[in-house]
């Protein structure tokens, strides 16, 4: 069951949604409207599922930074989430499809317990001017069926994650 603003409201209040920084007016309908923060990592050579990849870092300026088809950037949401009694899932939304720019397609679901900066996939169709803390796509809640664990307790490989974070496939892989 996804949660509606009133729900979403009411638990940030209680503490069990975090959201830092935390704007009521970014709550909409039955999502939190979230931002891309000031960080990019760009790769434009080949990758290796089994070797960790290089990234250019890049800092995205207040007049904006051109994104170019044919690359990997991997970014950040300036706000962080977490919630210990809601999964999360994280989508961009229908302003930035239009516009061409697909983010975070393959791992929307962030477990119970998650409590992270959201590292973000981004491709774009055509060339475009992102710029920081520009509405980004939206993020929901829903709440869990049965026994409940938490994902931080778990131990695993992305409970780390406080910014950017590359793939840790390979670490499977070797």
């Known amino acids: 069951m996804i949660l509606t603003r009133q729900a979403i409201v009411s638990a940030v209040g209680s503490g069990d949604i ?54 990997l950037y991997l970014g950040v949401t300036f706000e962080r989430t977490h919630s210990e009694k809601f999964a999360q899932m994280i989508n961009g939304d229908r302003s930035l499809g239009a516009l061409g720019i697909w983010v975070h397609v393959s791992a929307p679901l962030g477990h119970m317990g ?15 001017l992102v710029y920081p803390r520009m509405t980004f796509g939206k993020i929901i809640f829903v709440a ?27 670490e499977e892989l070797n």
């Open 18 to 71: 975090v959201i830092e920084p935390f704007q009521q007016e970014r709550v909409s309908p039955n999502a939190y409207d979230w931002r891309l923060g000031e960080q990019l990592w760009m790769c434009d050579g080949e990758l290796d599922a089994a070797v960790p990849a290089e990234f250019a870092q890049l800092t995205i300026p207040p007049e904006g930074l051109l994104l170019h088809p044919g690359r």
């Open 114 to 128: 998650h409590a992270i900066r959201w590292t973000l996939e981004i491709r774009v169709a055509r060339p475009i």
């Open 144 to 170: 869990g069926f049965g026994d409940q664990a938490s994902y931080q307790q778990m131990g695993r490989k992305y409970t780390r994650t406080a910014g950017i974070d590359h793939s840790r496939l390979f």
